[in-house]
C-alpha cells in the first residue's frame, strides 16, 4: 500500500503561485507514476498534470499549459505541482495520485492511490 500526502494549497491572489506537494509513504519505491487531478464545486474531476516514473515525461491540461510543472524528487518520494500565474478559475481541491504502472495517464482510473486533497483558492 501506498499513502500520498498533498500539503502546499491556501489561499493567493491571481497572478501568484503556489507549489503543491505529494509525499508518498509505505510501499514506495521511485517506480511511482504520478498525476495531479483537481476538482471545482459542481464540476467532475479533471486532469491538471501526469508524469510517468520511467521515462519522465509529462501531460498537461491544456487549460494549465505554460502556467504549471508536474515534478518529482524519487530520493524523497515526492511529487510537486508548481503553479505560476494563477487565475481564479484554478480554483479547486487538487489531489495527486499514483500508480505503479509506467506511463503518463491522463485517466483517474488508471490510478491506484490517491490523496485527501488540498485545497487551493485564487481570488481576484
Known amino acids: 500500500q501506498v499513502q500520498l500526502v498533498e500539503s502546499g494549497g491556501g489561499l493567493v491572489q491571481a497572478g501568484g503561485s503556489l507549489r503543491l506537494s505529494c509525499a508518498a509513504s509505505?510501499?514506495?519505491?521511485?517506480?511511482?507514476?504520478m498525476g495531479w487531478f483537481r476538482q471545482a464545486p459542481g464540476t467532475e474531476r479533471e486532469l491538471v498534470a501526469a508524469?510517468?516514473?520511467?521515462?519522465?515525461?509529462?501531460a498537461y491540461a491544456d487549460s494549465v499549459k505554460g502556467r504549471f510543472t508536474i515534478s518529482r524528487d524519487n530520493a524523497k518520494n515526492t511529487g510537486y505541482l508548481q503553479m505560476n500565474s494563477l487565475k481564479p478559475e484554478d480554483t479547486a481541491v487538487y489531489y495527486c495520485a499514483a500508480t505503479w504502472r509506467a506511463g503518463v495517464f491522463r485517466r483517474q482510473a488508471n490510478y491506484d492511490y490517491w490523496g485527501q486533497g488540498t485545497q487551493v483558492t485564487v481570488s481576484s
Open positions: 508524469i510517468s516514473w520511467g521515462s519522465g515525461n509529462t
Open positions: 509505505g510501499r514506495t519505491s521511485s517506480n511511482l507514476s
